[in-house]
């Protein structure tokens, strides 16, 4: 395997569970701990929305086990799609190739191995 390894971009809006279940199974993954990983919140667009979006971002600040965590929280709510494409713009200016999940993905554990 080359030494390059990928960061991880995980996009993540208002389902609590769904994401402490992706970060956890990425956190099985060996090349985790070497694995930088960028978590990106979008904003609330509704008063509902809010107390979900603390509760992944208090989680998220929580993490431990990565090579590097990288919090990506806006302050207003741009849209999944303006989310992302910024993040994206964000990773590349310091790595060339990033891998991409939606906070409701599982991975194996070897995930990470076959991905780099």
């Known amino acids: 395997m080359k030494d390059y390894i990928a960061p991880i971009i995980v996009l993540v809006y208002n389902r609590v569970t769904h994401f402490e279940n992706c970060i956890n199974s990425l956190l099985k993954n ?4 070497k694995s930088p990983v960028f978590i ?14 603390k509760e992944i971002r208090d989680f998220s600040k ?3 086990g990565f090579g590097e965590l990288n919090l990506l929280f806006w302050d207003r709510n ?3 799609h303006e989310s992302l494409k910024k993040a994206i713009n964000i990773v ?3 790595y060339e190739s990033f891998i991409f999940l939606e ?3 599982i991975v ?4 990470l191995q076959y991905m780099n």
């Open 62 to 64: 929580s993490i431990k």
């Open 108 to 111: 194996s554990t070897n995930f």
């Open 92 to 94: 590349f200016e310091k």
């Open 78 to 80: 741009i849209g999944g």
């Open 103 to 105: 906070d409701d993905i």
């Open 40 to 53: 990106v919140s979008d904003a609330p667009s509704q008063e509902k929305d809010k107390e979900s979006i």
């Open 30 to 33: 060996d090349l985790a701990k």
